[in-house]
């Protein structure tokens, strides 16, 4: 025979939210979800605010000596479609004399994995002379890739290549760094990376401007390097 049934217990529902009852206590609920709201989109606004006039096209941007590719990741070793873009607009900078040295600058904190030796190859299979190609090993991030150039590498003007939802970031970060940039933004189709892209960068804003306004070192500094001087000495025949 079958035990006795048991009383099925039914979970509890969970307790409802206790809106503010009193006037005064709504208004102030109201202010803070609206200084929340002003706190949230603060960064974002500051970086439009700072980038926007610098941001044009390949075919606008005024010329500069030195392009600076930002990495975006490896497949098996080679560019993801993304950097292959970012590498495509550089090499075409060069090739129509809007910049004479092309520095990139990505993640090598693994012996596996080598963004800069990759992009570079990518370049010179795209006609831009090894000569005229600077790896920075220890771009681990925007701000990295930004305080290295200019201390390490020596990069006072520059043109900044990297997707259209990166560059406005991009560029704040490398003036705030002391480089006097321009940026050109890939045109890349709305797919599922483009939209991650553009959520990430949501976020990527607050740090940006703690960045801009602390100002840390990378995480590796290290000795300053003459390549870019050395490769812009041989554009110009110096």
Not at 132 to 153: L, M, N, Q
Not at 157 to 163: E, I, N, R, Y
Request: hydrophobic fraction near 40%; charge should be positive.
């Amino acid at each position: 025979m079958r035990g006795p049934l048991k009383k099925l217990r039914l979970p509890r529902s969970l307790p409802r939210p206790r809106l503010p009852r009193t006037r005064r206590a709504r208004r102030r609920t109201v202010q803070a979800v609206m200084l929340g709201c002003v706190l949230a989109l603060a960064p974002a606004t500051w970086m439009h605010a700072v980038a926007d006039s610098r941001v044009r096209t390949a075919a606008e941007v005024p010329a500069q000596e030195v392009a600076v590719v930002f990495g975006a990741g490896l497949w098996n070793g080679r560019p993801t479609p993304y950097l292959a873009h970012r590498l495509d607009t550089a090499a075409e900078l060069y090739r129509t004399g809007k910049v004479k040295v092309v520095l990139v600058t990505g993640d090598n904190s693994r012996a596996e994995y080598d963004e800069p030796d990759a992009m570079r190859t990518y370049l010179a299979e795209r006609g831009v002379p090894d000569r005229r190609i600077v790896s920075d090993y220890a771009g681990f991030d925007t701000w990295d890739s930004c305080v290295r150039a200019k201390k390490i590498f020596g990069v006072d003007h520059a043109v900044l290549v990297t997707q259209g939802f990166h560059i406005r970031r991009a560029v704040a970060l490398c003036n705030a760094a002391g480089v006097d940039a321009y940026g050109v933004g890939v045109v890349e189709p709305h797919d599922a990376t483009w939209y991650y892209g553009g959520v990430r960068e949501m976020f990527a804003a607050g740090k940006a401007s703690l960045d801009a306004a602390l100002r840390p070192d990378p995480h590796f500094l290290g000795a300053k390097e003459p390549g870019v001087h050395d490769a812009l000495a041989d554009a110009t025949g110096r």
